[in-house]
């Protein structure tokens, strides 16, 4: 199969990731002497982020190659996407050449953000809008406007390529989704120009609430569940008489009807009514617990508001062994058995070591100073379930913590401390510049010989240099 792009900028760029990326062979034209330069800088980017959103490998990359003609580059093409600027004369003159040279049974996309089919077929072309979101590479909606029998094919397409096409019933300006944008984006306008607020106040007011619930139940389900138990009716009946109110910049609305809240009450029915306001609160959670975690591991968003947070909370203390992990087990740790994922304990003791190395004074502060400890080997014995939900306390035994060697036990805790599983890990001191081992600074070195003196006294470990297949 094969793609023919033209227009290499941000979007055609990305339409080319995505389909070189599932398989695809793709051809691209684009007047720009940096075009090149661009799209390979694109395909960098989505070669570091869309293989990682799956739990299996992507198909074996097509080829990549660029044309100086517009005809080399749609020979053979099964889908051809133009992304040129939004300037309608120059789409027209573009899709003259393309409808000269174009196969009769290729989808013809267009990029688009607002004109309609109507508009870019005045010369008799047979362009459809497939208008993408960036990144195309990574976001799966298109929006598709046109031809049924087109669209239906393009959405076949679309799908095999692991994109989500949504088709407007009736052509209009801006299609959907950025006639919403839009809205939003006079109002932010309007707030900034009367000096209400700032462009970054306006983005964390996204960012912090909204936008999270937008991002896996869209609007109407979102305020489906603001009605409680009662649902859509009673939230429209409830919120309905603000439409007249002073609140936006943008007073054209529809006239709040009778007729009106029935439709969409009936509608938001159809769409949501199989599950329960209890059961949707929870798929609404476990949806932003999901987001939450992947936004704080890059500290983006709230997810650096998390882990801003989570410093102040205090660190269980102990006369035992030090407490390496006081943590709740999230949804997302389990699995189709119901119980946390065999993976998973080995996050939460790989969470525990690194604990372990901020209290011995190894942690992110003298990893900048070029040293750090690398895990060589682990071993996990999983002893009983753990469920979503339940408490994971990490208790953490040294072994030995001579020379470049660190060795540690981890026991992970389950409900009333009763022992889950071990895991034992092998870390060696490596010098990060020279990635060859090397020897702790001598403050670390005193560190570890205090908690590896104290934890001498203790009985070894069961389990304690074990390996797999062992028998007793």
């Not at 005809?71 to 040129?84: L, P």
């Not at 046109?146 to 390529?161: F, S, V």
């Not at 999901?290 to 508001?305: D, E, F, N, P, V």
């Amino acid at each position: 199969m094969k793609a023919a792009i033209i227009g290499g900028g941000v979007i055609g760029g990305g339409w080319a990731a995505r389909f070189l990326l599932n398989g695809w062979d793709v051809a691209v034209y684009d007047t720009d002497p940096q075009a090149d330069r661009k799209i390979l800088d694109v395909l960098e980017n989505a070669r570091r982020a869309l293989p990682a959103i799956y739990n299996k490998s992507l198909p074996a990359e097509g080829e990549l190659r660029f044309n100086d003609e517009i005809a080399e580059v749609i020979v053979g093409a099964d889908w051809i996407q133009e992304s040129v600027p939004e300037r309608l004369e120059l789409k027209h003159v573009v899709h003259a050449e393309i409808a000269k040279h174009a196969s009769a049974d290729a989808v013809i996309g267009s990029s688009t953000s607002g004109f309609k089919p109507s508009e870019l077929n005045r010369n008799e072309t047979r362009f459809i809008v497939a208008h993408p979101f960036n990144p195309v590479y990574l976001l799966p909606l298109v929006e598709l406007v046109g031809d049924p029998m087109q669209t239906e094919t393009a959405a076949q397409i679309l799908r095999d390529i692991g994109m989500y096409p949504l088709t407007v019933r009736n052509e209009i300006d801006a299609h959907i989704a950025d006639r919403l944008l839009e809205a939003v984006w006079r109002e932010a306008l309007w707030l900034v120009s009367d000096g209400v607020a700032t462009t970054s106040e306006i983005d964390e007011a996204i960012r912090m609430g909204f936008g999270l619930r937008w991002a896996q139940m869209g609007l109407f389900e979102t305020y489906r569940i603001a009605g409680g138990e009662a649902g859509m009716r009673h939230f429209m009946q409830q919120f309905g008489p603000a439409l007249s109110w002073p609140w936006t910049k943008l007073m054209d609305v529809p006239e709040f009807t009778p007729e009106l809240v029935n439709l969409i009450a009936e509608q938001s029915d159809a769409q949501s009514g199989h599950l329960s306001i209890r059961e949707l609160e929870r798929l609404r959670d476990d949806n932003l617990v999901g987001m939450l975690r992947a936004l704080r591991i890059t500290g983006s968003g709230a997810g650096k508001i998390i882990t801003d947070h989570e410093v102040r909370f205090e660190d269980p203390s102990s006369d035992e062994l030090p407490v390496t992990a006081h943590r709740q087990i999230p949804v997302s740790w389990t699995d189709y058995n119901g119980h946390m994922n065999e993976a998973h304990f080995l996050e939460a003791s790989a969470e525990a070591t690194d604990r372990f190395l901020e209290m011995i004074g190894a942690g992110p502060e003298y990893v900048s100073t070029g040293k750090s400890y690398f895990t060589v080997e682990n071993h996990v014995r999983y002893l009983a379930e753990l469920h979503a939900g339940e408490t994971l306390k990490i208790a953490t035994q040294v072994l030995a913590g001579d020379g470049r060697k660190l060795h540690l036990f981890h026991n992970l805790n389950g409900v009333d401390g009763n022992l889950a599983a071990t895991v034992e890990t092998l870390l060696l001191h490596v010098d990060l510049n020279t990635r060859k081992s090397c020897s702790p600074d001598t403050e670390i070195t005193k560190s570890i010989g205090q908690f590896a003196s104290a934890h001498a006294k203790r009985a070894v470990p069961e389990g304690a240099g074990r390996f797999v297949g062992q028998r007793g």
